[in-house]
């Protein structure tokens, strides 16, 4: 059996927040097209036109179905799909697990970071615990898990 002491938990670095960002553009990329799919069915086939309400309406509803599917994930284990297989968790202040409230903030929050241009995300780069801009205004942290002990 080893006995050694297993190294902790890190902060991410950015590198891993985008692939994580990249696998997870999958799911929701399903969500996004079944979503749409049935939306266009509803309304007989005829597409959703450009800068209308019905536009900015679908919009907003793709927005909370993208953050229905985060803030669930985050909720249920602190990690999404495209988090796992890069170990990395989220977690609130002294290492809890966030409420559903800050969760959604933390999406809110994430979107103007991307708004941006990815500046918020970049920010991570120049903070010592690497937390990108959305992790300090919602008080969340994005940590890097240890590989698991081999049998």
């Known amino acids: ?14 590198v891993w ?9 999958l799911p929701i990329f399903a969500l ?22 019905a536009f900015w309406l679908q919009a907003a509803a793709l927005w909370t ?4 599917y985060l803030v669930f994930s985050w909720r249920r ?10 170990r990395l968790q989220l977690v609130g ?7 559903v409230g800050v969760l959604w903030q933390r999406h809110a929050w994430a979107t103007l970071s991307l708004a941006l241009g990815g500046l918020g995300f970049l920010w991570s780069l120049f903070d010592r ?5 959305h992790d300090l ?5 994005l940590l890097r898990l240890p590989k698991p002990a081999k049998p």
């Open 129 to 133: 615990e690497r937390r990108s801009l």
């Open 93 to 99: 202040t002294q290492d809890a697990r966030p409420g």
């Open 65 to 68: 179905l993208t953050g229905a």
């Open 77 to 86: 284990g602190g990690q999404t799909l495209g988090m796992r297989p890069w």
């Open 1 to 14: 059996m080893d006995t050694r002491p297993r190294p902790a938990a890190a902060p991410a670095h950015l």
């Open 137 to 141: 205004l919602s008080g969340t942290r």
């Open 32 to 53: 996004w097209l079944a979503f749409s799919a049935i939306m266009l069915a509803l309304r007989g086939g005829a597409p959703v036109v450009p800068w209308t309400p």
């Open 17 to 25: 927040r985008l692939l994580a960002m990249l696998y997870d553009s």
